[in-house]
């Protein structure tokens, strides 16, 4: 099973900051996906393949990386970002997710 | 507009079962594969199984795996999972989540989750 590892755990920003949130994989992987949990809401998928937006998703968000180590990087931190983040693979099964990243208000 | 709607969750016993269903709609059901992922409370996302368009593919997470079971009904637009043997650690929110059509595997959307809670 291949293990992603999010960090940081928790973070906090002020509008207009850039946010990277990174995920490695124990393993090589050919593409990550993310995802945006607000609380109380199911997750809504945000990068597919890496470093495509979702559909509706702003252009502020991002995604990069290759093999072990990708990122998700919001250019322009807005009050409606406050939410957690998931990495996800499917190179090999089991998909896996990282345990998350909790993105605050500043 | 694709919805997933999931229902059947409830308080049940250690060691009894539950029935899970998920009813799809705003989309092609038989074209895609659909998975079942959990949430317990303050903890992250974990797979539980997955089931391809036609249910030639079954695949469960090892946790899960003996004790429950994903099917499909295409005619009725719906996803199911029996879940037997409960325990405690199953205890979570349960999300339907439809797969990508394509090569490329990830959970393009997902309903609003049924909660399981197994306790005495």
């Known amino acids: 099973e291949i293990v992603l590892t999010q960090s940081p755990t928790t973070t906090a920003a002020s509008p207009g900051e850039k946010v990277t949130i990174t995920c490695l994989a124990s393993s090589s992987v050919s593409n990550m996906y993310w995802y945006q949990q607000k609380s109380g809401a199911s997750p809504k998928l945000l990068i597919y393949?890496?470093?495509s937006l979702a559909s509706g998703v702003p252009d502020r968000f991002s995604g990069s990386g290759s093999g072990t180590s990708y990122s998700l990087t919001i250019n322009t931190m807005e009050a409606e970002d406050a939410a957690t983040y998931y990495c996800?693979?499917?190179?090999?099964?089991?998909?896996?997710f990282g345990a998350g990243t909790k993105l605050e208000l500043k | 507009e694709v919805q997933l709607v999931e229902s059947g969750g409830g308080l049940v016993q250690p060691g009894r079962s539950l029935k899970l269903s998920c009813l799809a709609s705003?989309?092609?059901?038989?074209?895609?594969?659909m998975n079942w992922i959990r949430q317990a409370p303050g903890k992250g996302l974990e797979w539980v199984a997955s089931i391809s368009s036609s249910s030639s593919y079954i695949y469960y997470a090892d946790t899960v795996k003996g004790r429950f079971t994903i099917s499909r009904d295409n005619a009725k637009n719906t996803l199911y999972l029996q879940m037997t043997s409960l325990r405690s650690e199953d205890t979570a929110l349960y999300y339907c989540a439809r797969q990508n059509y394509g090569s490329y595997r990830y959970f393009d959307f997902w309903g609003p989750g049924t909660m399981v809670t197994v306790s005495s």
């Open positions: 393949s890496t470093s």
């Open positions: 705003g989309f092609t059901f038989s074209n895609y594969g």
């Open positions: 996800q693979q499917w190179s090999s099964n089991p998909p896996t």
